[in-house]
């Protein structure tokens, strides 16, 4: 198994996605020296982000090129495996991937920023804590909330 970069790392390195993303679903051919400018634009000229992010650039390319519907779904687990998280590959692969390219295309009114801000933001939900009191036994309650992304999982105490 290939070395991936920890957690924190590919936190540090998720805001690029969405550019790399843009930028290949535009059809640019992304060369080393292109992501080593983006990588120094963003502080993180070391060596290992330079090789993470190289092989997202290649995963997202090849996608692209390749076109198939496999292709795409090998794309995302293949970031997956490198770490990133599930919704931010399924974002990142559907952009890079569209005809036409483009963020503009994901939705309309989107921005750069806002791919940066869903990639970031894997799973969100619209509360922190769903507190239903203390009920008698016996008596349910309901409640409403609304999830977004993923993947994940609810936990119940």
Sequence with gaps: MTSTCSPDQVERLLPLLAHLA????????????????????????????????????????????????L????????????????????????????????????????SVEDLQERTRLALGASVTELDLGTLPAGQGATASFEVWGGPGRIVVE
């Excluded at 330079?50 to 997202?60: D, G, N, P, Q, T």
């Excluded at 970031?79 to 963020?103: K, N, Q, S």
């Design 22 to 69: 843009t930028l290949i679903g535009e059809g640019e051919r992304l060369e080393p020296n292109h992501l080593r400018f983006l990588l120094t634009a963003s502080d993180l000229d070391e060596g290992w982000a330079f090789r993470e992010v190289e092989r997202w650039a290649h995963i997202l390319m090849t996608a692209r090129e390749a076109g198939s519907s």
């Design 71 to 110: 292709d795409r779904k090998l794309a995302v687990r293949a970031l997956m495996l490198r770490g990133v998280p599930e919704a931010a590959a399924l974002l990142a692969v559907d952009v890079a991937t569209r005809e036409g390219g483009g963020a503009e295309e994901v939705e309309e009114g989107s």
